[in-house]
């Protein structure tokens, strides 16, 4: 059973920091496409950054180079740094998986995609 457990969230002020965590287990498949996504109230999940089992990486516009995804392959952990944080950044960040041997062309696009998700970590940025 593949389970993605989140962790990192918090309440920073506009301009800070955060480090997002995911650490996945049961995931047996060598090819994979893992990403971060977000929901605001309101709002639809997004996706944030992807990244694949070779290291490529695809971010969402908005990330605007303030965001980077990376991952830690020895302690099956998926990272997201976030910088310049601004109030509108504030929502719910999930990540995902899916098995895929294309890695993550479009899949930001489409939530509907990723098969496994964990339960989220809250961020709240601050004016």
């Known amino acids: 059973q593949v389970r993605l457990v989140e962790s990192g969230g918090g309440s920073v002020q506009s301009g800070g920091s955060l480090r997002l965590s995911c650490v996945a287990s049961?995931?047996?498949?060598?090819?994979?496409?893992m990403g971060w996504f977000r929901q605001a109230p309101g709002n639809e999940r997004e996706g944030v950054a992807a990244?694949?089992?070779?290291?490529?990486?695809d971010y969402a516009d908005f990330t605007q180079g303030r965001f980077v995804i990376s991952q830690d392959n020895a302690w099956n952990t998926l990272y997201l740094h976030m910088n310049n944080l601004k109030p509108e950044d504030t929502a719910m960040y999930y990540c995902?998986?899916?098995?895929?041997?294309?890695?993550?062309?479009?899949?930001?696009?489409?939530?509907?995609?990723?098969?496994?998700w964990g339960k989220g970590t809250l961020v709240t940025i601050s004016s």
């Open positions: 049961g995931y047996t498949h060598s090819r994979y496409c």
């Open positions: 995902a998986a899916v098995y895929s041997e294309f890695g993550c062309a479009e899949l930001l696009d489409d939530y509907s995609a990723m098969d496994y």
């Open positions: 990244i694949d089992d070779e290291g490529d990486t």
